[in-house]
């Protein structure tokens, strides 16, 4: 199977869908084909593909992923904390302990996914060789 970031692929000029890219990207399949894993791991990414062949080593999402989950992790937890404190007025070891497991599982769920997407957006965008 020739993959269809080939040179040679007449496809190679078409334009790419985005949405499409970074939603499949965030389930942390491979953008191109949908079914190969982007993923080694936690956080590597593979060379590439396993299904379609895609070199996946032309992604750069370098820090990336982990300032886009501090923007959201960081935004739902001051809401939440001011929504918290005002309702409910939870002791300090409370609020420091509720709120730091809830910011942790949230930015561990976030970032590969995240890392997932940024790969889906170079590769809709063809940035980096893909
Ligand atoms: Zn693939």
Redesign the pocket.
Known sequence: MVPTDSPTDPRQAAERPFWPAVRTGWRRR?P??G??HVLRGYLTLKSE?E??G?DLSKARADDGPAYVTILIVGHLAVATMLHVFIAYRPGPWEMAIGFTLGATALSLYLLPRLKGAFVGLQWAKRMHGF
């Open positions: 491979c191109n084909c079914k190969g593909c299904e379609c895609l």
